[in-house]
């Protein structure tokens, strides 16, 4: 595992010499790649020279973004080539559009639409593109996960993952490894029950292969919620189910709910086999009931790797904390034992997904709340503060040398010198709530807008080059 995961950390240096336009690069789900690291190996064409000058075109959209696009170059759509952005609104509709110039691809609109548009039922799940760069695989508030052509948006099969829609929401992102689709669940606004959180793997032909249920675990395949005599325990950080690279073992979090180590697992770490058919480890905070009872998740945050043995984990209380993976290996329940614990950059709650940046001998780990953006240096298990402003964001990305972070409260797009955070420029936008950019090809696209806005229509915004 650890020579693996040594490639995967080579292959995420970035460069701010790259000023020359680059194309030829996808960028296939949230974080770029399945460890989500939000850190991107390759160059961008985008530089500190020629940032401040690129042009902005906002796309009128059949729904709000509340998460970030995916990208493919070149690919064949209605028979001629084109780079192309694929968004999934709040709403399920799926859109393709063409980076170039703007204009609409294709829209997919999923079963029931008409039922639920306006409503509180929602998805926030960033999609997620097959290998083979010819369908990609996008959530609804149907509870529907469905495999569309990238060719002209047709659906080749979708597959419920939740017996409950209207309680079991897809908010993170989907997820992509071994040949399969990895989704979760979680719950909506207020927890109300019965709901729980589960992760669910399906293959590419649309089958359901295994489901690991965080409450009443015991319990293989879909459950119906009210079946079981716990609820909530959702899983819903933006980042969704993190790949660890080498093993391809599922690292997730959980939310508020009972936890009693054998078959609840609420306010807890979770890893699991890559097939999740097995929990293979675990860690809960020692005031995991102090965590229930007042609605504070560890969950609200997903995992992120910083090395071979070495993973950390925030959540609604502000805490950011280093975890050993040898320690928390093994079914038995393993409660506290943190290698270190720090603030969030405003010590506020966290929903972010942190940006991992591995440079030289250094890793740097970025992080964004609603009241700042700070980074730290991560070197021999611990964490050392790097940086800090006081600009809040959504969850950062490292492209081509240069830290984006999205100021939802205010609006624009913050562009920073990663090692010093010295502010490179602000590039003008609407604002938001959970959106994050991607940045490829010396291009940026960042959705604006707010899922709870309840709005069926929304704007994606994309800079170029002029």
Not at 382 to 401: C, F, I, K, Q, Y
Request: include cysteine; charge should be neutral; proline fraction near 6%.
């Amino acid at each position: 595992m650890a020579s693996l995961a040594a490639a995967a950390i080579a292959l995420s240096f970035g460069s701010s010499s790259q000023a020359a336009a680059v194309t030829g690069y996808d960028w296939t789900r949230f974080g770029w790649d399945a460890a989500r690291t939000s850190a991107p190996a390759f160059p961008t064409g985008i530089t500190a020279e020629n940032v401040g000058s690129l042009k902005r075109q906002d796309i009128q959209l059949d729904g709000t973004v509340d998460s970030s696009p995916i990208y493919l170059h070149g690919v064949s759509v209605a028979g001629s080539a084109h780079d192309v952005f694929f968004v999934t609104t709040t709403y399920g509709k799926t859109e393709a559009i063409d980076a170039a110039n703007g204009k609409l691809l294709w829209r997919f609109m999923p079963a029931g639409y008409s039922s639920y548009a306006g409503s509180a039922q929602i998805t926030t799940a960033t999609p997620v593109a097959d290998p083979s760069r010819q369908w990609i695989y996008a959530a609804a508030p149907n509870g529907r996960i469905y495999k569309l052509s990238v060719a002209n948006g047709h659906a080749a099969w979708s597959v419920s993952i939740t017996k409950l829609p209207s309680r079991e929401k897809i908010a993170a992102s989907l997820n992509f490894a071994d040949g399969h689709v990895i989704a979760a669940t979680g719950g909506y606004i207020g927890d109300a029950p019965p709901y729980q959180g589960h992760v669910a793997i399906i293959s590419p032909g649309g089958r359901l292969l295994h489901v690991w249920n965080s409450l009443c675990s015991n319990r293989h395949g879909l459950i119906e919620p009210s079946s079981c005599g716990a609820s909530d325990s959702a899983m819903f950080g933006r980042a969704g189910v993190v790949v660890v690279p080498g093993s391809g073992n599922l690292l997730t979090a959980t939310g508020n709910a009972p936890w009693d180590g054998r078959t609840n697992w609420g306010d807890a770490v979770i890893m699991l086999n890559p097939s999740a058919t097995a929990m293979i480890g675990n860690y809960t905070p020692t005031n995991t009931d102090e965590l229930n009872r007042t609605d504070t998740d560890v969950g609200s945050t997903s995992p992120f790797v910083l090395s071979a043995n070495y993973i950390g984990q925030s959540g609604k209380d502000a805490k950011i904390r280093v975890l050993s993976v040898p320690r928390l290996r093994g079914t038995k329940p393993h409660k506290g034992g943190e290698l270190q614990v720090v603030s969030t950059p405003s010590g506020n709650a966290l929903f972010t997904a942190p940006a991992v940046w591995h440079r030289s001998s250094v890793t740097y780990v970025f992080v964004a709340d609603n009241g700042a953006t700070q980074a730290w240096r991560f070197r021999n298990g611990r964490l050392s503060s790097a940086w800090r402003v006081d600009t809040p964001g959504t969850s950062p990305v490292v492209a081509g040398g240069l830290l984006y972070v999205f100021d939802a409260k205010d609006g624009g797009l913050n562009v920073y010198e990663p090692t010093t955070g010295k502010l490179i420029t602000k590039l003008d936008s609407a604002d938001g709530h959970w959106n994050s950019p991607i940045v490829v090809d010396g291009r940026i696209a960042l959705p604006v807008g707010d899922a709870n806005s309840h709005s069926t229509s929304g704007v994606l915004s994309i800079w170029r080059r002029s």
